[in-house]
């Protein structure tokens, strides 16, 4: 009954939640849980493990919280410690029964409805060309999954081995693999979390739900990123390309290293923009900068409204040569001589 009564005042308590968003406004916690894409909100995850406690009787919406063997795992990642824990003491004993954790498309192929979670130490290969739940490897050992396409839940690996995932396209949750320098991704489109991951392309990424970070050498580019929800930091990488990016909500902060930045469709950075090392920045509908600007190695980046800008570090002739080239189209167009 102690249990019954927590999960009761925990699901009054998330009820009354509000988070602020990149310019200070209160989000509603199901505005908030839907911009994270989630599986099911933590709301509804109580609703259905109460319904268990009471009855016994496990609801779909709590299937991708089991494992591939049928035994609960919930969602360490998304949900808050309390909820895991409360939810975890009252589901230890559930057993997913077999004929709930799989099941086959439209098209007749193999999908996993339950998550996907592996600690043996031996290669792992994934059959399903779907995850209903989230996928958590925690094995140093090759990862393969020819055929997975989308993952509803998150995708974790600690692996430094190989990780071959040739036609994923969206993830729900998180893309965590900080620590695989070999991670294979060409058709990845959507990450509804966070993504962290080092040296791998991402020709097709499209959207990051949260933060986007990363460790890369030479150059990256990211031809058809065109968002991201977070901050998007970037490691090691001597430029970023990125033609289509449009918008990032909070900071944007680019290696010490990086000596090219090159985002002429970017409109908004919601947070600080540090570009301190970046000689060329080439951000030409750039509007809107919520905090802090650090442009001190470019000569040639100045915007004359950003200096109501709180803190704008600016490279010492960026104004100079903004003013002799404004003269210079001046000049251009009248015909007269330039008045410096």
Same mark, same amino acid.
């Given at each position: 009954?102690?249990?019954?009564?927590?999960?009761?005042?925990?699901?009054?308590?998330?009820?009354?939640?509000? /988070?602020?968003?990149?310019?200070?406004?209160?989000?509603? /916690?199901?505005?908030?849980?839907?911009?994270?894409?989630?599986?099911?909100?933590?709301?509804?995850?109580?609703?259905?493990?109460?319904?268990?406690?009471?009855?016994?009787?496990?609801?779909?919406?709590?299937?991708?919280?089991?494992?591939?063997?049928?035994? /609960?795992? !919930?969602?360490?990642?998304? *949900?808050?410690?309390?909820?895991?824990?409360?939810?975890?003491?009252?589901?230890?004993?559930? #057993?997913?029964?077999? /004929?709930?954790?799989?099941?086959?498309?439209?098209?007749?192929?193999?999908?996993?409805?339950?998550s996907f979670h592996w600690k043996k130490r031996r290669? #792992?290969?994934?059959? *399903?060309?779907?995850?209903?739940?989230?996928?958590?490897?925690?094995?140093?050992?090759?990862?393969?999954?020819?055929?997975?396409?989308?993952?509803?839940?998150?995708?974790?690996?600690?692996?430094?081995?190989?990780?071959?995932?040739?036609?994923?396209?969206?993830?729900?949750?998180?893309?965590?693999?900080?620590?695989?320098?070999?991670?294979?991704?060409?058709?990845?489109?959507?990450?509804?979390?966070?993504?962290?991951?080092?040296?791998?392309?991402?020709?097709?990424?499209?959207?990051?739900?949260?933060?986007?970070?990363?460790?890369?050498?030479?150059?990256?580019?990211?031809?058809?990123?065109?968002?991201?929800?977070?901050?998007?930091?970037?490691?090691?990488?001597?430029?970023?390309?990125?033609?289509?990016?449009?918008?990032?909500?909070?900071?944007?902060?680019?290696?010490?290293?990086?000596?090219?930045?090159?985002?002429?469709?970017?409109?908004?950075?919601?947070?600080?923009?540090?570009?301190?090392?970046?000689?060329?920045?080439?951000?030409?509908?750039?509007?809107?900068? !919520?905090?802090?600007?650090?442009?001190?190695?470019?000569?040639?980046?100045?915007?004359?409204?950003?200096?109501?800008?709180?803190? *704008?570090?600016?490279?010492?002739?960026?104004?100079?040569? *903004?003013?002799?080239?404004?003269?210079?189209?001046?000049?251009?167009?009248?015909?007269?001589?330039?008045?410096?």
């Open positions: 009954m102690d249990a019954i009564f927590e999960l009761t005042i925990r699901r009054k308590r998330i009820l009354a939640r509000i /988070w602020p968003d990149s310019k200070g406004h209160n989000l509603h /916690w199901k505005d908030f849980l839907i911009t994270k894409k989630t599986m099911i909100t933590e709301e509804i995850a109580l609703n259905a493990i109460a319904h268990y406690a009471g009855t016994g009787e496990i609801q779909d919406v709590l299937v991708p919280y089991f494992r591939q063997t049928g035994r /609960w795992v !919930g969602d360490c990642r998304n *949900w808050t410690k309390s909820t895991y824990r409360l939810a975890s003491s009252i589901m230890h004993g559930a #057993v997913l029964p077999e /004929w709930r954790r799989t099941a086959v498309n439209l098209q007749g192929e193999p999908i996993l409805l339950t290669d #792992v290969e994934i059959r *399903w060309f779907e995850v209903r739940g989230s996928i958590r490897i925690r094995s140093l050992e090759a990862v393969s999954a020819p055929n997975l396409r989308t993952v509803a839940g998150y995708i974790y690996s600690c692996t430094d081995d190989k990780v071959g995932l040739p036609n994923l396209v969206s993830v729900g949750g998180d893309l965590d693999f900080q620590g695989t320098p070999n991670l294979h991704v060409p058709k990845l489109t959507s990450v509804g979390g966070s993504l962290m991951a080092i040296g791998c392309d991402l020709p097709c990424l499209e959207t990051v739900g949260n933060r986007l970070w990363g460790y890369w050498r030479g150059s990256l580019n990211l031809p058809m990123l065109r968002s991201v929800g977070g901050s998007f930091e970037v490691e090691g990488a001597e430029s970023l390309i990125a033609p289509a990016l449009k918008w990032v909500c909070y900071d944007l902060n680019l290696s010490y290293i990086t000596n090219v930045f090159s985002a002429n469709k970017l409109v908004e950075v919601g947070g600080s923009l540090d570009a301190r090392s970046a000689r060329v920045i080439q951000a030409a509908a750039l509007r809107d900068v !919520g905090d802090s600007l650090h442009t001190e190695a470019a000569p040639d980046f100045y915007r004359p409204d950003f200096e109501d800008l709180v803190y *704008w570090d600016m490279h010492p002739e960026a104004k100079f040569r *903004w003013e002799l080239r404004e003269a210079v189209k001046r000049a251009l167009r009248s015909q007269q001589p330039m008045d410096i």
